[in-house]
């Protein structure tokens, strides 16, 4: 089974940006849809992104039109492009995989059967 490996993570001020991606490690179905997951200190793990089997994304209403959800051309994992950060933005985020076909479809924890451990984004006011 594949695991997987969040990159980009950092410290900015708020209106910065970043990029995460999630490594692969083991067979990557180009197929696979694919979430972003973020949680916050406290809080409970909510979805920010799904990117669908052929690329299509969605968003949580909070960060829409700032994050832009994709798939890396070469093979097939998950980018997730930050743009105009806010502190609410702050917290670990996760890439996690949907292995089934058709995909669940979901962005919610249980859709998704592999996890990735996590970056820390931390935004700054």
């Known amino acids: 089974q594949v695991q997987l490996k969040e990159h980009g993570g950092g410290s900015v001020q708020a209106g910065g940006s970043l990029t995460l991606t999630c490594q692969g490690f083991?067979?990557?179905?180009?197929?696979?849809?694919w979430g972003w997951f973020r949680q916050a200190p406290g809080k409970e793990r909510e979805g920010v992104a799904h990117?669908?089997?052929?690329?299509?994304?969605e968003y949580s209403e909070s960060v829409k039109g700032r994050f832009i959800a994709s798939k890396n051309n070469e093979n097939g994992t998950p980018v997730l492009q930050m743009n105009a950060l806010k502190p609410e933005d702050t917290g670990t985020y996760y890439c996690?995989?949907?292995?089934?076909?058709?995909?669940?479809?979901?962005?919610?924890?249980?859709?998704?059967?592999?996890w990735g451990g996590g970056t820390q984004v931390t935004v700054s006011s």
């Open positions: 996690a995989a949907d292995f089934s076909w058709p995909c669940r479809g979901r962005l919610v924890p249980t859709a998704f059967d592999t």
């Open positions: 083991g067979y990557v179905n180009e197929r696979y849809c």
């Open positions: 990117i669908g089997a052929f690329g299509a994304a």
